[in-house]
């Protein structure tokens, strides 16, 4: 079981680049129009620490018998991810702030993550070394 701290970061990864398909330019501008103003009310009572859509256009990187690098990224359009918003809430609060996306009814689907302290490398190699010089020599 997982002990989330009750106030801390989390980042709502927003998916689905093409939600709009099939609408009207009037309905994507009352959807654009709410959240933005979604947005503006957050950040207003100090939720949002920082948010920003992404392009569809970038590189990945990756090692596969040497250094590789492509053009991509090449998620479906359902799963690439369009923006985020990077909160300062408690997890249930963050969950309740991410069914709040007006874009969901429309196939946005937002993912809640915890922002952690250390990556779980780090965290995984420090508790090795913590057991490795705590066994009786």
Known sequence: ????????EYLLLFRGTVWDKGLSPEEIQ?????????????????????????????KIVSWEKKLVISDGPFA????????YFLL???????VEIAKQC???KHGVIVEVRPVA??????ERMKEHLTHATSKPA
Do not use: F
């Not at 300062?88 to 963050?94: F, P």
């Open 88 to 94: 300062y809430s408690t997890h249930d609060e963050a």
């Open 30 to 58: 009352n959807i654009m129009t709410q959240w933005m103003n979604w947005l503006e009310r957050l950040t207003k009572e100090g939720k949002v620490k920082a948010a920003q859509p992404l392009t569809n256009e970038g």
């Open 117 to 122: 302290d250390q990556c779980a490398s780090m």
């Open 1 to 8: 079981m997982s002990s989330q701290p009750d106030t801390s």
């Open 102 to 104: 007006p874009a969901l």
């Open 76 to 83: 479906e359009s359902k799963e690439a991810v369009g923006g």
